[in-house]
């Protein structure tokens, strides 16, 4: 069945650093691609999302580019912040007009200043 | 418009007592979501409405389960003698239609501890 796999937290960074997240996913299909992020004490908030092969979604400075031959969505940004610090959240929509999502397992950023 | 709330925000019952849990979407979204969340994962979905039907039940759903959406309005999720596995953040969203329907928004949950 459909499924995301991201690379396992916490990941640690000194404020400014370069980020990255791996996400990867099998799914049947073309899936749209996305990124949830929940800050401490909040719900889950859309990030970015790609709809199809090479789209590059951006938002706030992250950015995730859609690669169907290696099956990834990687989140990156080029200078984090303290108030980056949340649960990361890749996901992929599920084939049909349902609206689910499958998520994976998350991955927790904590940046130090 | 203040987002999707849920209510409560925490719930403690002793195992063998039935909980309900209230979601309130954002007014003018169809669709309505609900998902499981268990520490250290993603959350997995559980079920969705799209205005007040009922249209998918995740495997998840076990038959103590039930959810409603009167008038396709706000959500109940009721868990029938809840069992010590069901503690978990029972999380809501709520979408558009069209081509918006995967942009999902999140209320922060209820967590539910079943002692």
């Known amino acids: 069945g459909d499924s995301v796999t991201q690379m396992e937290g916490p990941v640690t960074l000194s404020e400014e650093a370069f980020l990255t997240i791996n996400c990867t996913y099998t799914a049947t299909g073309y899936p749209s691609l996305f990124w949830y992020v929940q800050y401490p004490g909040e719900g889950l908030q859309l990030l970015l999302k790609?709809?199809?092969?090479?789209d590059k979604g951006s938002n706030k400075g992250f950015e995730a580019t859609y690669r169907k031959e290696t099956t990834s969505f990687h989140l990156e940004k080029g200078s984090v912040q303290v108030s980056d610090s949340a649960v990361y959240f890749c996901a992929l929509s599920v084939r049909g007009n349902t609206g689910k999502l499958i998520f994976g397992q998350g991955t927790t950023l904590q940046v130090k200043p | 418009d203040t987002g999707v709330s849920q209510d409560p925000r925490h719930k403690i019952t002793k195992r063998g007592q039935n909980v309900t849990f209230r979601c309130d979407p954002i007014?003018?979204?169809?669709?309505l979501y609900w998902y499981r969340q268990t520490l250290g994962q993603g959350p997995e979905f559980l079920t969705y409405f799209q205005n007040e039907a009922q249209l998918e039940k995740s495997r998840l759903l076990s038959d103590r389960f039930s959810a409603e959406r009167p008038k396709g309005s706000f959500s109940t999720l009721e868990i029938q003698r809840t069992e010590q596995g069901d503690s978990a953040m029972y999380l809501c969203a709520s979408s558009a239609d069209g081509t918006r329907l995967h942009e999902q928004y999140f209320g922060p949950g209820t967590r539910l501890t079943v002692t």
């Open positions: 007014s003018e979204h169809n669709r």
């Open positions: 790609a709809t199809k092969a090479d």
